[in-house]
T-cell receptor, first 114, second 114 residues
Framework: DGGITQSPKYLFRKEGQNVTLSCEQN?????MYWYRQDPGQGLRLIYY???????QKGDIAEGYSVSREKKESFPLTVTSAQKNPTAFYLC?????????????FGDGTRLSIL | QQQVKQSPQSLIVQKGGISIINCAYE??????FPWYQQFPGKGPALLIA?????SEKKEGRFTISFNKSAKQFSLHIMDSQPGDSATYFC?????????????FGRGTQLTVWP
C-alpha cells in the first residue's frame, strides 16, 4: 500500500543536540510538507517543497532545516537553535497541489526534550 | 495572524446527536475548503471538502455548509457516534498557490458519549 512513513515514532533530544526526523513517501507525489502540531495551535507549516532540490520556508522555519535530495524523501532536522522543540511533527505530501489534490499525512513523530 | 478561525475548541455530544463545528476566514481568494479528521497518535486524514461554487456538500453523515457572503463554513456530523470522537481541523487554500498551501484552523476536539 502506498503511503507516508515517518520515523521514529518517538524521539528524545538532549540540550544542544540536533535531531533528524525521517519522512518517506511512495505515492510518487511531487509536493511535500512539514508541520508542527501543538495542543490548541492547529498545524503550523515549517517547510515545504514542490520539487527535488527546492524548498521554501513556512511560517515557523526558525531552528529547523530540511533537504530534498530525492522525490521520496524529505527529512527535517531540528537544530539546537530551536529552543522549544517539544511537539508532534507531521509530514505530508500532495500529488498536484495547484489543483487542490489532498494532502496525505504520515502518523507523526513526537519529539521531547530530555 | 490566524487565516482560518475555528470554534469551538472542544465539543461534547451524546450519541445520536448532531455535532457542529464552525470556521471563518477573511481572505476572499480562498477557493478550497477541506476538513481533516485526526485520531490520537495518527496523522490527519481528509474527511470532506468543498469549493465556493456550492453551498452544501454531503457525504454520508458528514455535511459541509458554506456561506460565501459571510465567509463561513461549517461541518455537521449527523447521528454522531463514539467512533467519531477525534480532532477535526478545517482548512483553506487559495487559487494561484502553486504549492497548495493549506491554512488550518486550530482544531476542535470532539467527544461523543455513548
Amino acid at each position: 500500500d502506498g503511503g507516508i512513513t515517518q520515523s521514529p515514532k518517538y524521539l528524545f533530544r538532549k540540550e544542544g543536540q540536533n535531531v533528524t526526523l525521517s519522512c518517506e513517501q511512495n505515492l510518487n507525489h511531487d509536493a511535500m510538507y512539514w508541520y508542527r502540531q501543538d495542543p490548541g495551535q492547529g498545524l503550523r507549516l515549517i517547510y515545504y517543497s514542490q520539487i527535488v532540490n527546492d524548498f521554501q520556508k513556512g511560517d515557523i522555519a526558525e531552528g529547523y532545516s530540511v533537504s530534498r535530495e530525492k522525490k521520496e524523501s524529505f527529512p527535517l532536522t531540528v537544530t539546537s537553535a530551536q529552543k522549544n522543540p517539544t511537539a508532534f511533527y507531521l509530514c505530508a505530501s500532495s500529488r498536484n497541489p495547484a489543483s487542490h489534490q489532498p494532502q496525505h499525512f504520515g502518523d507523526g513523530t513526537r519529539l521531547s526534550i530530555l | 495572524q490566524q487565516q482560518v478561525k475555528q470554534s469551538p475548541q472542544s465539543l461534547i455530544v451524546q450519541k445520536g446527536g448532531i455535532s457542529i463545528i464552525n470556521c471563518a476566514y477573511e481572505n476572499t481568494a480562498f477557493d478550497y475548503f477541506p476538513w481533516y479528521q485526526q485520531f490520537p497518535g495518527k496523522g490527519p486524514a481528509l474527511l470532506i471538502a468543498i469549493r465556493p461554487d456550492v453551498s452544501e456538500k454531503k457525504e454520508g453523515r458528514f455535511t459541509i455548509s458554506f456561506n460565501k457572503s459571510a465567509k463561513q463554513f461549517s461541518l455537521h456530523i449527523m447521528d454522531s457516534q463514539p467512533g467519531d470522537s477525534a480532532t477535526y481541523f478545517c482548512a483553506a487554500s487559495r487559487r494561484g498557490s502553486t504549492l497548495g498551501r493549506l491554512y488550518f484552523g486550530r482544531g476542535t476536539q470532539l467527544t461523543v458519549w455513548p
